[in-house]
């Protein structure tokens, strides 16, 4: 079993940065992928990033790459979610989840084990 807990959202203007991180215990943490998703209200529960068990790959959204940075230090059993040029439209509630394997799954249902979320909120 695996617990995660989100921590880092708040409230930030268009064009501000923020930093969400994901700390995990129980299950080993190095032998996850970590992925982050989003739900804003009155819409589906989208991927945003997702990096592999060692750092060495990720994969992004397009409406976040170029933007967003995911990372993880697994010393720390804890992953991150760099926001950069924040806008409205990033607003939601932000979830980090995990996943056993290899791969680099983007669908919500690839992932067993996910955190409560934190709000991320981008004043215009």
């Known amino acids: 079993q695996v617990q995660l807990l989100e921590s880092g959202g708040g409230l930030v203007q268009t064009g501000g940065s923020l930093r969400v991180s994901c700390a995990a215990s129980g299950r080993a943490f190095s032998a996850l992928g970590v992925g982050w998703f989003r739900q804003a209200p009155g819409k589906e529960r989208e991927f945003v990033a997702v990096?592999?068990?060692?750092?060495?790959?990720?994969r992004y959204a397009d409406s976040v790459k170029g933007r967003f940075t995911i990372s993880r230090d697994n010393a720390e059993n804890t992953a991150y979610l760099q926001m950069n040029s924040l806008k409205p439209e990033d607003t939601a509630l932000y979830y980090c989840?995990?996943?056993?394997?290899?791969?680099?799954?983007?669908?919500?249902?690839?992932?067993?084990?996910w955190g409560q979320g934190t709000q991320v909120t981008v004043s215009s």
């Open positions: 990096i592999n068990w060692s750092g060495s790959t990720t």
């Open positions: 989840a995990a996943t056993v394997g290899a791969n680099l799954p983007t669908t919500s249902l690839s992932y067993p084990f």
